[in-house]
């Protein structure tokens, strides 16, 4: 898998992410995938940011779809599909405020890259 397919798996979990990619697109040009990761974890903010128990009534599918696209970028992806969801993603998710909840949903893999920020 490459950062395009992985953007593609995203976009099919989430109508939001959809909209995120069109912008970006018509924004940049062109794919730019580091910045379009910010978008992503930016949309899995919104779902959590009430909670898991919330996230889980109101989300659950669409969150369930894009931490099973990262983690299926984490098992099958490239190196630069990897690094942009341990570095763009997991990494910069660190120090959000809404983590805690994150980590919990994250798969085996993705979850291996947290550093403990």
Excluded: Y
Excluded at 97 to 106: A, E, S, V, Y
């Amino acid at each position: 898998m490459n950062n395009i397919e992985l953007v593609e798996k995203l976009c099919e979990a989430s109508v939001a992410l959809r909209e995120a990619r069109r912008v970006h697109m018509e924004s940049f040009g062109n794919l730019i995938p580091h910045v379009f990761m910010a978008a992503v974890l930016a949309r899995v903010g919104q779902c959590l940011v009430m909670g898991t128990a919330h996230a889980t009534e109101h989300h659950l599918e669409e969150l369930e779809g894009i931490i099973a696209a990262l983690e299926q970028g984490m098992r099958t992806g490239d190196r630069e599909a990897r690094n942009v969801i341990a570095i763009s993603f997991v990494s910069d998710g660190e120090v959000e405020l809404f983590f805690d909840d994150l980590r919990q949903w994250l798969g085996p893999r993705t979850l291996r890259q947290v550093n403990g920020k």
